[in-house]
């Protein structure tokens, strides 16, 4: 028997030490080749390490949590025939996978799947020990607080055991809870408390959000727009098309007036270097869409916007969004945007105040739509109303001119026409 060294990958770009996020195994159990060991995470995105060889764990080189060297000791698998102990090993092959929503896993520090008994998941109603706290995102834990079930109780059928809203609904389908049990839990003491290590993804977007607050110098604009126009166009161009072409949000319409309005206001599609002290305007118009996943905040691009039909950008738009959610973006996917926009969609609420995504120097955030009474020509008509909440990098960009980009793509949403003419 020998021993195989898998040391920490070069992953390019000129990164020189990473964020060891999550292990997959545990010191004594059995990997294959290909399987995944571990997650580790850059500036930009989760990847995946996996093992080049068949063997057994036998030291891992890190916790979660741990920023590791290029070139440092990951894992030593004990594998048939020599090994590569007393060699210099070459960096394991890496799988990209950026930001895959594993992070509960590792808060929670329990084995993965390859490591867990398989009686863990069978049957209706799941024995795990007491102090076992099973895989579950957040939402999962507050939907099965609010019905009184206790979540160590029901089956998971999601990925190693992870516990889906279908299970509560099955667990409370097969008799598991009564109709008295929210009512009692809602009213019960607590005195639990949860400790979460910020790690991984959530380490990431704290730093990038702090780092922003405290380099740029934010300042925010509200403007009320009246999209009662825009919104009858996308309803007819949706009942014309929307078989053939697919449904139009109202963000692809947004996209395009930012591309619009860009022509007039190249100072907004810029980047700022406030080290070099240079500024940088583009004119491709690369927009970040800011998508929420179950790991957090996450952009990713809609590349060459300026050159994009409606339909073009509402199809990129979902493509992008349902990769960021499933942790499939790539890092090229997650990075290099020129400006962003930013939508709560239903919950908008009716103000925000949008971080910048530096080195950006701009962010446009979409509030929801509401029907209100307006007066309109001496008439009170009720009429369809959304607020545009945007921040700006004070450094660069003034005041007035961030009114006037704004009032730009005010007046470019309720004339929707002026958005298509040339």
């Known amino acids: 028997m020998g021993t195989h060294v898998i040391k920490m990958p070069d992953i390019g770009e000129g990164i020189a030490e990473v964020e060891l996020s999550q292990w997959h195994v545990k010191v004594g159990d059995l990997v294959v080749e290909d399987q995944v060991l571990a997650d580790v995470m850059t500036d930009k995105a989760m990847v995946d390490i996996p093992s080049p060889v068949h063997g057994k764990v036998i030291a891992l080189g890190g916790q979660p949590g741990e920023v590791m060297a290029v070139g440092s000791v990951l894992i030593s698998i004990e594998v048939e025939g020599a090994g590569n102990l007393k060699e210099s090993a070459a960096p394991a092959p890496v799988k990209e996978a950026p930001a895959a929503p594993k992070v509960e896993a590792v808060v929670e520090s329990k084995p993965a799947a390859a490591s867990r008994p398989a009686a863990v998941c069978q049957g209706p109603m799941v024995a795990r020990e007491a102090d076992e706290r099973p895989l579950a995102s957040p939402a999962v834990r507050k939907h099965a607080l609010d019905l009184g079930i206790q979540l160590r109780l029901v089956r998971g059928s999601g990925p190693a055991g992870r516990v889906l809203h279908e299970d509560l609904e099955a667990y409370l389908a097969q008799g598991q809870s ?41 300042f925010s604009y509200v403007e009320e727009i009246d999209v009662t126009a825009i919104e009858e166009l996308r309803a007819h161009l949706n009942e014309k098309h ?30 700022y270097d406030d080290e070099a002290q240079v500024i940088t305007r583009l004119g491709a118009v690369h927009v970040g869409v800011a998508t929420q996943s179950d790991i957090g905040l996450m952009v990713p691009v809609v590349r060459h916007a300026e050159a994009r039909s409606l339909w073009d ?5 979902s493509r992008l969004a349902n990769a960021a959610r499933n942790g499939k973006a790539s890092r090229d996917e997650l990075s290099g945007s020129t400006i962003t926009l930013t939508s709560l969609g239903a919950l908008g609420g009716i103000v925000s105040t949008p ?22 020509k001496g008439q009170v008509v009720i009429r369809k109303m959304m607020n545009l909440s ?33």
Request: hydrophobic content about 50%; overall charge positive.
């Open 242 to 271: 929307g078989a053939s072409r697919g449904k139009l949000t109202l963000l692809p319409f947004l996209v395009r007036a930012l591309v619009v309005a860009l022509r007039d206001f190249p100072q907004m599609n810029a980047r």
């Open 178 to 218: 009564n109709a008295s049990a929210p009512v009692a839990a809602a009213y019960a003491q607590r005195n639990d408390e949860e400790q979460i290590q910020v790690i991984g993804m959530r380490r990431k977007i704290a730093q990038r959000m702090q780092d922003a607050t405290q380099r740029a110098a934010h």
């Open 390 to 422: 945007s921040s700006f990098d004070h450094r660069v960009v003034d005041g007035m001119d961030a009114a006037l980009f704004i009032q730009a793509i005010r007046g470019l949403i309720e004339q929707p026409a002026t958005l298509f003419v040339e």
């Open 355 to 376: 971080v910048l995504n530096l080195p950006e120097v701009a962010i446009v955030g979409v509030n929801k739509i509401v029907e209100r009474p307006m007066v309109v």
């Open 313 to 317: 950008s509402a199809t990129e738009i």
